[in-house]
């Protein structure tokens, strides 16, 4: 059984910050790729930051400056700190860990969890 708990989702003011946290929990034998994902409320499901096991970082174009993903492989645990925020940043952020479980290997998603930018 493999768990992605994600925290630190919430409610802030335009021009804040937030920092995200996923753990990757169970029988995982290799966490690959991590990354973020976000909802917004009638929109399609988008990407946010992916960062590699070798630590190769990729960002949408909307979030690049603003937001630094980062990881630790000792904890199997992926960050997103989220800077100079802005009300269309409002989504449900969504962990995803590709990761190796015996011989095999898949996509892995968190609950979600809910960031809120408004004033």
């Known amino acids: 059984q493999v768990q992605l708990v994600e925290s630190g989702g919430g409610l802030v003011q335009p021009g804040g910050s937030l920092r995200l946290s996923c753990a990757a929990s169970?029988?995982?034998?290799?966490?690959?790729?991590m990354g973020w994902y976000r909802q917004a409320p009638g929109k399609q499901h988008e990407l946010v930051a992916t960062?590699?096991?070798?630590?190769?970082?990729n960002y949408a174009d909307s979030v690049n400056g603003r937001f630094t993903i980062s990881r630790d492989n000792a904890k199997n645990t992926v960050y997103l700190q989220m800077n100079s925020l802005k009300p269309e940043d409002t989504a449900v952020y969504y962990c995803?860990?590709?990761?190796?479980?015996?011989?095999?290997?898949?996509?892995?998603w968190g609950q979600g969890t809910q960031v809120t930018v408004s004033s």
């Open positions: 960062i590699t096991g070798d630590g190769i970082i």
């Open positions: 169970g029988s995982i034998f290799t966490v690959y790729a």
């Open positions: 995803n860990a590709h990761l190796q479980i015996g011989i095999s290997r898949g996509d892995y």
